[in-house]
């Protein structure tokens, strides 16, 4: 994250509307209610609070999007449930994990047309950390997220999450060592 936080509204918006959205899509593997997920969150800090300091913009703005995720989280639980009364859910989650994982391929792929060795390399392991990333539990996922991709530190992360700084740290910790376990030959690329 850059240093400075643009003192727009607008600027900063559109400096993380495209991080917001690869944590939505990470957290929800949907494409639709991740974009819903991060225009609802911009609607709502414009609203209630683009009068505050430009300097309080992150740590609210992430707040937002982690509580509309747990909401969104919400939501999908008490649908899952009414649909495993209608159909077989084990099927389902496999279908939606591997089409989040063609995708994720796809995207890796397309990112140049003539990729190096070292371009292909690269794009592989950040498939295996997007997908490593999706089987991590919420909260280390968001904590990682907003600390490592963010670069929010302890505090601002702790406000975007709602949670201590000492949660923060517990979490943040958790899925680095998941991840480090997970990726093994990729960690440190």
Known sequence: MPDSIPQSIDAF????????????????????DALDIV????IMLVNKYSQRHHSEWPPLFYRIVQNTIRDWYRRTSVRNKFRQWFSN???????????????????AVNIKKNPTLEQNQNDKAMVQLMTELNHLPIRQQQAFLLRCWEGLDTKQTAQA?????????THYSRAIHALRS???EHYGE
């Open 13 to 32: 918006l559109a400096s993380v509307e495209l991080r917001a959205y690869r944590m939505a899509y990470i957290a929800t593997s949907n494409k639709d």
């Open 161 to 169: 999450m709602n949670i201590s700084q000492g949660s923060v740290k």
């Open 182 to 184: 997970q990726l093994g």
């Open 39 to 42: 225009q609802d969150a911009m």
């Open 89 to 107: 859910a084990e099927s389902q989650n496999t279908e939606i994990e591997q089409d989040w994982e063609s995708q994720a391929m796809s995207q």
